[in-house]
């Protein structure tokens, strides 16, 4: 049965993700004020090996495999004032904050090990063939959006944001 394999890559993924928000709006006269929450929990579990045939048997080949497991989690809210500045024309001014928790937790073969202990530098924790990640941080990302309808079929618009 084994006698045209010299090889099999077995790999396995198991994904999750899971969301959770809500955002309410209040209407005025000439205006609206919107604000809302996002959450949203993504994981990954991954492992990946090489086999040869040896002696008419498949083997494990310790030095060909990869595992990883990522954890990301990311929290955002934000705040959207609009107005309309005339009948043709509104602006929307914003600001987005998102808190973002990042967990990467690795077991890699010998060389890939020694090639990622070169970029430690970026923030890599590297121990011997185990590579950690851990990564949280905070952005701030502000919106101003204009819409001016020139005329029945066309729409100007300018929206510089972060």
Not at 3 to 23: L, Y
Not at 39 to 64: A, P
Request: hydrophobic share 40%.
């Amino acid at each position: 049965m084994l006698e045209n394999i010299h090889s099999v890559e077995n790999e396995d993924s198991v994904d999750s993700e899971a969301k959770a928000g809500g955002k309410y709006k209040w209407k005025f006269t000439a205006a609206t004020l919107s604000v809302g929450l996002d959450y949203v929990l993504k994981k990954r579990d991954y492992s990946f090996n090489v086999q040869e045939v040896d002696d008419g048997q498949l083997v494990t080949l310790d030095d060909l495999f990869s595992i990883f497991n990522v954890d990301d989690q990311r929290l955002a809210g934000f705040v959207q004032w609009g107005v309309d500045v005339t009948d043709s024309t509104k602006v929307e001014l914003g600001v987005r904050g998102e808190q973002t928790n990042l967990e990467i937790t690795s077991t890699v073969a010998g060389p890939v090990a020694d090639a990622a202990a070169a970029l430690s530098t970026l923030g890599l924790n590297v121990e011997g063939n185990q590579i950690d990640v851990d990564n949280d941080y905070f952005e701030l990302n502000p919106t101003a959006h204009i819409r001016c309808d020139a005329t029945d079929s066309l729409q100007l618009r300018l929206s510089p944001a972060r």
